[in-house]
């Protein structure tokens, strides 16, 4: 039984050359060999597993290609015809049975096969591991990567669902919704506030001007929040309120001076020039309109100077009747039937030639009137028994007034959880002190308060009703979480392709590896 040698791959052609097995000078051979491949390569063969095997290997045709080669262009019918000394008949076959023929004389298709075996070994066998590895690799980082990526998704709708449901919108159409939330909780809101401040805040402000007539030396001006919480269901206007509060009346009468300032300044005249450079100013009668007014100017004009068609004649027709000289309408109103049960008969007048329009052909069942003034007070709603608190100064000098009570009520508990008797007598005496607890239910109506008037909702809603660009900024930030929810999906999508390209490669590799092993 022959044992196996073993023998160092890179030793290989030394190994053969000392046992004689192949020539000193195998490597000319091994040239003049190629060259006889080069030759063949230039004859053209129609099998098409020899066609493939030639793009595969190229120029670099190796002992075992070049066998499979002439093994495949045999068993075509193109090589099955020889000649009576068993040549073939085709260049093609023939060529290529000499090239194997010169790799089996003197064993240079041995060497030929050590040149390969040291080639794989170093070279090829080497970079097909790596390419597959290199691909496993990357399917396991796609895996993931789409782990990831379905995380992000998943919070990503989570944090969409929480926007919507932070602005209390559907998100089916934002902008809508949006100001539809706004109409309906803003007027809510107040309504709430009103009644808050009505059931607590004259006592809080008979507190706070109690102590604010201690400090002053001599009595307060009356407080809006005072004016509110007297008010009933229906608060009272802007107008009178004024009279009551100067604070306001000095404020509105401030907005007002500064929007006629801003007026003035739009309506300038060097506004106007840089806006309109090409407007003449002057009355020469530079643009000419065609039209003459006479010698009296416009309001002087005769009625001849345009003329319109048609003559305008006093007459006593209603509606296009028969007086002389009025506008024809080429029709009459003239008393028709009553119509049918429900509906109206409207009198007409008779025309000229018979002509003339039947009402009693209109019916209007079904047709419901409305009092427009009734309807427009039902869709006003809320909103004008709360105007004052809409008024941007008004709610300003409420939201001022609120603070200042609130930071008195906050010091305040402070001093009276200090405790002592400084705190007691400090202050008016005439029933105005109160305990600790019932300054702190004040204070904390003040604060529920403060979060109606000032809250971050009650900012949004107003901005949503008052700022398009708001509206803008809220429905693009809207879109923008949105869109990061289908960002992932999409990223997935892409790398579900790639790890399919990757995983074909990887199994082609390992195949080619097991071939060249």
């Known amino acids: 039984m022959a044992a196996d040698l073993a023998v160092q791959y890179s030793k290989l052609p030394e190994w053969l050359l000392a046992r004689r097995v192949i020539p000193e000078d195998y490597p ?78 003197r064993h240079l298709g041995w060497s030929s096969a050590a040149r390969l075996l040291i080639q794989n070994v170093s070279y090829e066998i080497p970079a097909l591991k790596k390419n597959a590895a290199a691909c496993e690799r990357q399917v396991s980082e796609c895996t993931s990567r789409q782990a990831d990526l379905t995380k992000q998704e998943i919070n990503a709708k989570n944090r969409y669902q929480e926007l919507l449901k932070e602005l209390g919108i559907e998100g089916f159409n934002p902008k809508a919704e949006l100001r539809g939330n706004a109409d309906k909780d803003l007027p809510r809101l107040t309504s709430e506030l009103v009644t ?10 008979k507190y706070y001007g109690a102590f604010a007539e201690f400090c002053a030396g001599r009595p307060v001006p009356d407080e809006l929040l005072l004016t509110v919480a007297r008010a009933g269901d229906q608060l009272p206007c802007i107008e009178d309120v004024e009279q009551q509060v100067p604070g306001l009346r000095a404020m509105r009468q401030d907005a007002a001076r500064r929007a006629a300032e801003a007026a003035e300044d739009t309506n300038s005249p060097v506004a106007v020039a840089s806006s309109s450079p090409a407007v003449e100013t002057s009355t020469a009668g530079e643009v000419d309109w065609g039209i003459s007014l006479g010698a009296e100017g416009a309001d002087a004009a005769s009625p001849a100077a345009i003329d319109w068609d048609f003559e305008v004649v006093d007459g006593s027709g209603g509606g296009g009747g028969s007086g002389g000289g009025g506008i024809d309408w080429g029709f009459e109103v003239s008393s028709g039937d009553a119509g049918s049960s429900g509906s109206t008969a409207l009198p007409a007048e008779p025309g000229p030639e018979g002509q003339s329009i039947d009402w009693s052909a209109i019916s209007f069942d079904g ?17 004008d028994k709360l105007a004052l608190l809409i008024d941007a100064q008004a709610r300003e000098l409420l939201a001022r007034e609120v603070s200042q009570v609130s930071s008195f009520l ?21 029933g105005a002190q109160k305990s600790l607890a019932e300054v702190q239910a004040l204070s904390d109506v003040i604060s529920q308060v403060e979060v109606l008037l000032a809250g971050p909702a009650v900012r949004r809603l107003m901005l949503l009703r008052s700022s398009n660009r708001y509206l803008d900024r809220i429905v693009q930030r809207l879109e923008a979480a949105k869109a ?34």
């Open 410 to 430: 906050r010091e305040r508990c402070a001093e009276l959880a200090a405790g002592g008797t400084a705190c007691e007598e400090y202050g008016p005496k005439e």
């Open 196 to 205: 808050l401040v009505q059931k607590s805040g004259e006592e809080i402000v």
């Open 484 to 517: 990061q929810c289908g960002k992932p999906a999409v990223r997935r999508a892409e790398l579900d392709k790639v790890k399919a390209d990757q995983s074909v490669e990887a199994k082609r590799t390992r195949e080619e590896l097991l071939g060249s092993s």
């Open 28 to 105: 000319r051979l091994l040239t003049a060999v190629q060259a006889r491949v080069v030759d063949a390569l230039q004859e053209s063969v129609s099998d098409k597993v020899a066609q493939s095997l030639i793009s595969e290997h190229g120029e670099n045709i190796h002992y075992f290609a070049a066998k499979d080669v002439y093994e495949a262009v045999a068993k075509s019918p193109e090589g099955q015809f020889k000649t009576l000394l068993g040549s073939h008949n085709h260049p093609g076959a023939a060529k290529w049975k000499a090239v194997l023929d010169a790799y089996r004389r």
């Open 367 to 383: 047709l419901e009137i409305r009092n427009s003034e009734r309807d427009e007070e039902s869709t006003k709603g809320e909103g």
